[in-house]
């Protein structure tokens, strides 16, 4: 079912109300909403690979064509929030998004594929994986890697920061799943992965292609 909140109360500008610090949202617990963008409730869809970190998407009723991400600096929840935390099924990571200005949809996909394009496995997160998960990794990695090393349309981020060679990207580790499907908040997975639950922590899934 489609959002039925108005597209122009996301819309960039300066009616929002002031932004909730990361000290007033443990006080105050609000209840934060999501952009409809990011829960799949909005004509627009959001297509975002955390490979190349490309951002685009298209519209339900005009599905020939793609469509530029203008949404980019809309606020990613009502009221808005200097600091999200993103974890998500497909890995053992916590991403940070912080804007004090409040965090817009464009500082969640910039921080995620950065976070996931420049950081590299370690040797014990590895080795925290069976063998044949390691062995698909290190495959993911070769290919992406050779993927990576000829022309690339980024969307509007800048191309990643060169990685040592030899080592595994956290991208690699999503293997296919490398593209955003959307975001949602999970207090009981939370605590299983944080060890505690609030209100600007949420899940994203991944899937293995963009629809």
Request: hydrophobic share 35%; glycine share 6%; net charge neutral.
């Amino acid at each position: 079912m489609m959002d039925n909140v108005r597209v122009d109360r996301w819309a960039t500008g300066s009616a929002y109300g002031p932004v909730i610090s990361q000290s007033d949202l443990y006080l105050l617990k609000p209840n934060l909403q999501i952009h409809p963008i990011l829960t799949k409730s909005h004509s627009f869809i959001l297509i975002f690979n955390l490979l190349t970190g490309y951002t685009g998407g298209f519209n339900e009723q005009q599905t020939d064509r793609d469509h530029p991400f203008d949404a980019a600096n809309q606020p990613a929840t009502l009221p808005r929030v200097s600091v999200i935390h993103l974890i998500t099924e497909r890995s053992p990571w916590c991403t940070t998004v912080r804007n004090e200005a409040g965090v817009t949809l464009g500082d969640i996909c910039g921080q995620m594929h950065k976070d996931y394009i420049e950081n590299v496995i370690t040797d014990t997160e590895l080795a925290a994986t069976q063998p044949r998960i390691q062995e698909r990794i290190k495959q993911v990695a070769a290919r992406n890697a050779s993927n990576l090393g000829g022309p690339q349309w980024n969307g509007f981020y800048s191309p990643a920061a060169p990685t040592p060679l030899n080592r595994l990207k956290r991208v690699d580790w999503l293997c296919e799943a490398h593209f955003f499907d959307q975001l949602h908040r999970d207090d009981r997975y939370a605590e299983q992965r944080l060890g505690f639950a609030a209100p600007n922590i949420f899940v994203m899934k991944l899937e293995t292609y963009a629809n």
